[in-house]
C-alpha cells in the first residue's frame, strides 16, 4: 500500500497544496485514509500527521474508516423528505441490513446522510460510489441492492434511462435531467461555441473589455452581488507573479442547481467566460472548483477542456496573442458547504480545511497561493462572455435599473415544473409561481435557507419592525403584497435557489428545522457565534414546538439572529435566517404555540444547550458568570 500511495504523491509532484487531490485518488483506490496511509502522506509531502488529518476530517467524502463497498450517500435536503425521503431511508435500512451512519457487517453497505446534493428537482436522490441515483422510491431502492447482492455493476442497476442532453455523453452516462423549463441567452442553443473567443477577443484590449463589463453593471451572480468588472480591474492592477481565474462550482446552497446544468450543457461557455476573465486581468491560471457531489461530470468535462487545448484556446499564446498564456485546471471538492465562500475555497485549492479567512486581504489582493486572485460564479463567467459578445447597452435591455441581465433559477418543491428557468431580474413572484404550476401556495422560500422564507399572504406590520433592519434597511417592502415582490438585489436578492411549499407542510417543523440542521452540520467551527447559536435557536424552537414556549423565547431567538451577524462569514450571518425570516412571516405559527399568559420560563437551560453544540463539533465554550 506504501508503495501506491507513494505513486499517488508523485503523480502529484510531492506537492502539499495538492493533498486534496491526493486524498481523493486514495479514496478512489481503497474508499478511505487510515492513520498508517496518514504517517507515510505526512512524511511524503513535508507535513505533520495532525496537518493530514485535519484536512480529512473537514470534509464529509473523506473517511478513516472503511464505508463499504458500496457508499450510499442519501441527499437529506427539505425537497428530498417532503417526497418521500423518510421511507426510502428506511428501505435502504431493511435491504441493506443496517442503520444510517453504519456498515453492513458484511462490509458491502454502508449508509451515509449528506447534504443537498444539487438534484432537488429530482429528489430524493442520493450519490452511491460517486454514480447518481435520482427519483428514488421504496421499490427502486430494494431492487437496486437486491442487484447488488447479486453482483451486478452499478452501471446496470440504472433503472430510468440516460438523463437528457449532455448527461447522456459518453463520458457521463448520468440518469441526471437537466429539466430546462425557459432559456434566454444563457441557456440558449443558438450558442456558436469559441465564437466570441475566435472573432471578438482580440479585437478589444484588456482594458476595453474590463470597460465593457464595468459599463455593463454585470454583478456577481453567487450571492453577494459585487460588480465584476470592479473585481477584474483590482485584480489586474496588483502585481505578482502569477494571477489566478478561479470559477467557484462549488453550489452548495440547499436548493440550488443551475451550475450543475450549465457545466453539463454550455460547459464552453463557461470555460470561455474564465478565458476572457484571464485577458482582461492577465491571469495565467485558472482553476475551476467543482463540488464533490458532481464528481460523476469530470471526465467529460475535462474532455472538454482538451478539446480548447486542441484549438489553441488554452495553453500558451492563445489565439496567436502574445504573452497570453492561460490553462484551467478543475479541482474536485469533498464536501463542505462552506467551501462556497471564495477565501474557504482558496483554503480548499490549496489542501487544507475549507474555513474562511479573516479580511482583509481580500483573494483579489492575495489569494491562493498568495497571488492575485479573482473568483467569479459559473453564471457570472458565462453571463461576461455574452456581454462581450454583444455589448453592455444590449445587455442593459434586461432585467431592472439595479439588477441587469438574466438570472438562472433552480425552482422545486411543490410545484410540476421544477427545474432550471432563465428570467429576467426583476421578475415577480406571481410570475415564478405560475411559471412553475404551483398550486396552494404557502410559503416560498427565495435564496435557499440563507435566504429568505415568504408567505403568499400580504406581509404586515406585526413586529416586524426591527427585523427589517436585517433585510431593508427601508422597511419600504414590509407592506407589501408577496406576489408583487421581485426578484431584484434590491426586493428579494437570490442565488437561484427557489423552493415552494404548499399548505400541506408544516414550515416550522418540517421546513426550519430541516434548514436549521443543515446550518448546524455546516458550521466549520471556528466562530463560537456559528457553532452555538444554530443549535441553541433550534433547541429553542423545539420548546416552543413541544408546548413549552413562553413568549420570551421568540424575543431570544430575535436577539440571538442579531449577535450571530457579527460571525466571521456568510454561513454564520445567515444561519439565524430560517428561524429570523419565519418569525418576520409566519409568526402567528410561533405564537399559537406560545404559553400566552406567562412570561416565566424555568426549562431551557442555555450552557446545556451549548455543550450539546460542542460535543458535536468537538469545541469548548466558557461560560463567565457575574
Ligand atoms: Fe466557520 Fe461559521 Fe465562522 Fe463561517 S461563520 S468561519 S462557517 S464558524
Partial sequence: ???????????????????????????DMQGYVDDENIEVLAEALGMSEAEVNETISFYHFFTKTPRGKFTVYLNNSITAVLRGRDAVKSAFEVACGTKFGAVSEDGLFGLFDTSCIGM??????????????????????????????????????????NGDGNNADKDMQSMVQNNIRKGMFLLNKDYNKYEILKEDLSKHSPEE????????????????????????????????????????????????????????????????????????TGADIGLLYLRYEYKYMLKFLNRVLDEMREHNLLGNKILGIKDFDFDIRIQLGAGAYVCGEESALIESLEGKRGEPRDKPPFPVERGYLGYPTIVNNVETLASAVK??????????????????????????????????????????????????????????????????????????NLGATDLMKWYKPSGM????????????YSDLPTGGSIIIFNNSRDLLREVVMNFMDFFIEESCGSCSTCRNLPFVMKQKLEKILDGHGVRQDIDDLLNWGKIIKVSRCGLGQTAANPILSSILNFRGLYEKDVKAMTDFDNIFDIEKSVDAANKYLGRKTEFHHN
Fill in 477 to 488: 417592502m414590509v407592506a407589501q403584497k408577496i406576489y408583487d415582490r421581485k426578484l431584484s
Fill in 1 to 27: 500500500m506504501k508503495e501506491k500511495i507513494m505513486q499517488i504523491v508523485t503523480k502529484y509532484d510531492a506537492d502539499r497544496t495538492r493533498l486534496m487531490d491526493i486524498l481523493l485518488d486514495i479514496h
Fill in 209 to 280: 473589455i474590463i470597460q465593457i463589463i464595468e459599463d455593463s453593471n454585470l454583478r456577481g451572480r453567487g450571492g453577494a452581488g459585487f460588480p465584476t468588472g470592479l473585481k477584474w480591474r483590482f485584480g489586474r492592477r496588483v502585481d505578482g507573479e502569477h494571477r489566478i481565474i478561479i470559477c467557484n462550482a462549488d453550489e452548495g446552497e440547499p436548493g440550488t442547481f443551475k451550475d450543475r446544468v450549465m457545466l453539463t450543457e454550455y460547459p464552453d461557455l463557461v470555460f470561455e467566460g474564465m478565458v476572457v476573465a484571464a485577458y482582461a
Fill in 120 to 161: 432537488n428537482d429530482q429528489g430524493p436522490a442520493a450519490i452511491i460510489n460517486d454514480r447518481i441515483f435520482t427519483n428514488l422510491t421504496v421499490y427502486r431502492v430494494k431492487e437496486l441492492i437486491k442487484g447488488l447482492k447479486e453482483g451486478k455493476k452499478l452501471n446496470e442497476l440504472v433503472y430510468e434511462s
Fill in 387 to 460: 456581454i462581450v459578445k454583444y455589448g453592455a447597452e444590449w445587455y442593459k435591455g434586461f432585467g431592472t435599473k439595479d439588477s441587469l441581465g438574466t438570472k438562472l433559477l433552480s425552482v422545486s418543491g411543490d410545484c410540476r415544473f421544477p427545474g432550471i428557468y432563465e428570467v429576467e431580474w426583476g421578475t415577480s413572484i406571481r410570475e415564478v409561481i405560475e411559471m412553475c404550476g404551483a398550486d396552494d401556495v404557502q410559503a416560498i422560500q427565495v435564496g435557499g435557507p440563507s435566504g429568505v422564507l415568504i408567505g403568499v399572504k400580504d406581509v404586515d
